[in-house]
């Protein structure tokens, strides 16, 4: 199994809602990470967590709320956001030791914010 | 600078090469990559190049990579119209984990 599924596909939400977005992985790989990517621009990292425990933070707006339950899951939990926050937002894991490190991709949930 | 430099189309005449180039700036990443994304996709590794190579040739890929100018280039024989998509390069930097920089992507359509 190489494959990083992202749920909900799509997620249209009000500025006052609360929502969460999923990830999941079997590939047995320690490094999840979280991405924002607007429309014809790259994604930009959000959070990385490695072995389980939040390592990197791209000063990211609290109302995002990065969540990793155990190693096969990542999960983003958002409040209050701003319709600036409606994006494409793309998981991804990788081993997370010395070599390669080929990161694999979800298909992404796409966000939108009324 | 900081970021990973693309231009940001390419249209090429299907059958024929397309080259798209790279210029990035961390000297230490160990690795250097090349993703595809297909619209409405994530993002997938087409091939990657290890920092002391020059080239490395997987298929119809080709990666050039010249370390002293830090240029980074692919190249895709007989570009076939499923090749349209866009192409990031990126870099591997090093801090509390590792993470990858992305360049700005650069599209690539073909024609008839």
């Known amino acids: 199994d190489t494959e990083v599924t992202q749920t909900p596909k799509h997620l249209v939400m009000g500025m006052t809602n609360k929502k969460s977005l999923k990830c999941e992985q079997h590939?047995?790989?320690?490094?999840m990470y979280w991405y924002k990517q607007k429309a014809k621009k790259p994604p930009e990292l959000m959070f990385v967590?490695?072995?389980?425990?939040?390592?990197i933070n791209e000063s990211v707006p609290s109302r995002f709320s990065p969540e990793c339950p155990n190693s096969s899951l990542l999960n983003l939990h958002l409040h209050a956001l701003q319709p600036e926050d409606s994006a494409l937002y793309l998981c991804?894991?990788?081993?997370?030791?010395?070599?390669?490190?080929?990161?694999?991709f979800g298909p992404g949930t796409r966000l939108t914010v009324l | 600078g900081e970021d990973v430099e693309q231009s940001l189309f390419l249209s090429v005449r299907e059958g024929d090469s397309s080259v798209i180039n790279c210029t990035y700036t961390d000297s230490s990443s160990t690795y250097l990559y090349w993703y595809k994304q297909e619209p409405g996709a994530g993002l997938q590794l087409l091939t990657y190049?290890?920092?002391?190579?020059d080239m490395k040739q997987d298929q119809r890929l080709t990666v050039l990579l010249n370390k002293k100018d830090k240029h980074l280039s692919l190249r895709i024989a007989d570009t076939q119209t499923g090749d349209s998509a866009i192409y990031f390069c990126?870099?591997?930097?090093?801090?509390?984990?590792?993470?990858?920089?992305f360049g700005s992507g650069t599209r690539l359509s073909i024609r008839p």
């Open positions: 590939m047995g790989h320690r490094a």
């Open positions: 991804a894991s990788s081993q997370e030791r010395p070599g390669v490190n080929e990161q694999f």
């Open positions: 990126a870099e591997i930097r090093y801090s509390s984990a590792s993470k990858i920089i």
């Open positions: 190049i290890f920092s002391n190579m």
């Open positions: 967590y490695s072995y389980e425990k939040l390592s």
